[in-house]
């Protein structure tokens, strides 16, 4: 029955259910200016910009002949590509890694290149069909149209187009009176009645943009809210309940008993401090890799015998959790010196405790690879671990593949944790108390 409540329990990031604002209005009605004023009044970094400009379907011979003499009809919805862009909004929503294509409108064509979103808590999705296309508006949370009068608007799209994607003022105005003003009234006036909320001269009117970032807020204060309420669900209990198999601690010999002692001692030299913290993390590599999966190889001795043995299925990676993990990268690269290596930055919230992803950056291809470590000398509620993890999940890592080392953790944490990810394997070199305060970063790196 218990290995069936492991099996079921689940943990949602705050970034799961994206909630996403829409911001239409005609061309030069300044969408983007407004997203950008709100953004800027924010300053976080879980509130994101979407441009519905890089979502422009790709062109065949003829419609690229037609754009560069400014007869392409680009303020039609047919223009867009609303499958893909539904498509990335649903997995955003899933708390999944999004591929955002690049448009260039110097070339008329999708580059080869992407740029990935990732984590945003509130998506800010902006252009003149974002509240056009059924599925999208489904999706949305808030919606917002813009409004500006008509000369301003061709004003501003001359300036625009002129300086950044490669026109001329006469093409501007060609394509301006051809199709800009005839869809606007056709398509993108219409948004404006199943708005929220309105916003006449777009970025000067304060009072329309206070009120979409007292929405803001309010939606992260909730979310907030709502991923504390759900850690302390997941550790009600976690400490009375014996720990899972997957849960491997290292072999309590003399010597490492001695090592202990010494690292967990506050008179020792910051050297002897980092030389046994290093010898231990060397273990705690090692016998992570004897979690890891392996195929049986023959080998041929210098002198003719043939030996048994094993080799690793495929490449091992790691991902670092920022700054404490950093500790354990000495003994990772004793074990595994070509190791490719990735960063993670997750912070606990000094008013509510809320573990917080600040930065991410993962190996190339990472979901290919046959194992991974996860690399922190410290879990304690396992909030951090559980985010951690979710993320290398997100990413397309299975979690049977990866291997949590640390140095301690508190038996609530690791419960949590296995209770989320049964087929996570943690390696772990002591057992401490619940909610013990960070130490190691601070005694490793002497700051």
């Given at each position: 029955?218990a290995l069936?409540?492991k ?12 909630s ?15 997203s ?5 009044q924010m300053?976080?970094?879980w509130?994101c910009?979407?441009s519905m400009?890089?979502?422009y ?11 560069f003499l400014n ?5 039609s ?12 909004l649903?997995?955003?929503?899933a708390?999944?890694?999004a591929e955002?294509?690049i ?8 580059e080869k290149?992407t ?10 999705l902006?252009g003149i069909?974002?509240l ?18 008509g000369?301003t ?8 187009d ?6 001329d003022?006469?093409?501007v105005?060609k ?13 993108v006036?219409?948004q404006?009645?199943i708005?929220d909320?309105i916003?006449?001269?777009g970025?000067e009117n ?11 807020q309010?939606?992260l ?7 504390i ?6 550790g ?6 014996p720990?899972?198999?997957s849960v ?6 003399p010597q490492?008993?001695?090592m202990?002692?010494?690292i967990?001692?506050?008179g020792?030299?910051a ?6 913290f290093?010898r ?9 890799m004897?979690?890891?999966?392996f ?7 210098p002198?003719?015998?043939?030996y048994?043995g094993?080799i690793a299925?495929?490449e ?7 700054r ?5 990268e000495?003994?990772?690269k004793?074990v ?5 290596t990735?960063?993670?930055l ?14 991410l950056n993962?190996p190339d ?8 470590l996860?690399?922190d000398p ?5 909030g951090?671990?559980?985010m951690?993890?979710?993320i290398?999940v997100?990413?397309g ?6 291997v ?9 944490g ?9 087929e996570?394997?943690?390696v ?5 108390q619940?909610y013990?305060e960070r ?9």
């Amino acid at each position: 029955m218990a290995l069936c409540v492991k099996e079921q329990a689940h943990y949602s990031p705050p970034w799961a259910g994206v909630s996403i604002i829409g911001i239409a209005g005609s061309s030069g009605s300044g969408k983007s200016t407004l997203s950008h004023a709100i953004i800027s009044q924010m300053n976080l970094p879980w509130v994101c910009i979407l441009s519905m400009d890089s979502f422009y379907k790709s062109l065949d011979a003829e419609g690229s002949r037609k754009a560069f003499l400014n007869e392409y009809d680009f303020d039609s919805p047919d223009a867009i590509d609303f499958d893909r862009l539904v498509e990335i909004l649903q997995d955003l929503k899933a708390g999944k890694r999004a591929e955002i294509p690049i448009y260039s409108f110097s070339k008329h064509a999708r580059e080869k290149e992407t740029t990935s979103i990732y984590s945003p808590h509130v998506l800010i999705l902006e252009g003149i069909f974002a509240l056009y296309d059924p599925r999208v508006l489904e999706l949305l949370d808030m919606k917002v149209f813009c409004q500006a009068d008509g000369d301003t608007c061709l004003s501003r799209r001359i300036l625009r187009d002129v300086a950044e994607r490669g026109r001329d003022i006469e093409g501007v105005i060609k394509q301006w009176f051809g199709f800009v003003k005839p869809n606007f009234q056709r398509y993108v006036e219409p948004q404006g009645e199943i708005a929220d909320i309105i916003v006449p001269r777009g970025v000067e009117n304060r009072v329309a943009i206070n009120m979409v970032v007292q929405y803001i807020q309010r939606t992260l204060k909730e979310k907030s809210i709502a991923h504390i309420m759900a850690l302390k669900k997941l550790g009600l209990g976690a400490e009375d309940e014996p720990l899972s198999k997957s849960v491997l601690l290292l072999e309590q010999t003399p010597q490492f008993k001695g090592m202990n002692t010494i690292i967990q001692d506050v008179g020792t030299p910051a050297e002897e401090f980092v030389f046994y913290f290093d010898r231990i993390a060397t273990l705690l590599v090692e016998h992570a890799m004897n979690n890891i999966f392996f195929t049986e190889k023959t080998v041929e001795t210098p002198i003719g015998n043939k030996y048994q043995g094993l080799i690793a299925t495929g490449e091992v990676s790691a991902v670092v959790v920022l700054r404490a993990g950093g500790a354990l990268e000495t003994g990772l690269k004793r074990v595994i010196p070509d190791c490719k290596t990735g960063r993670l930055l997750i912070q606990s919230n000094i008013r509510t405790g809320e573990p917080e992803l600040h930065f991410l950056n993962l190996p190339d291809n990472i979901n290919k690879h046959d194992s991974v470590l996860l690399l922190d000398p410290q879990m304690s509620s396992g909030g951090a671990a559980l985010m951690s993890v979710q993320i290398l999940v997100d990413h397309g890592v299975p979690p049977e593949k990866i291997v949590f080392v640390t140095y301690t953790a508190g038996k609530m944490g690791l419960n949590r944790l296995t209770k989320v990810f049964p087929e996570v394997k943690v390696v772990v070199c002591t057992i401490i108390q619940d909610y013990e305060e960070r130490w190691i970063e601070k005694r490793y790196f002497g700051c």
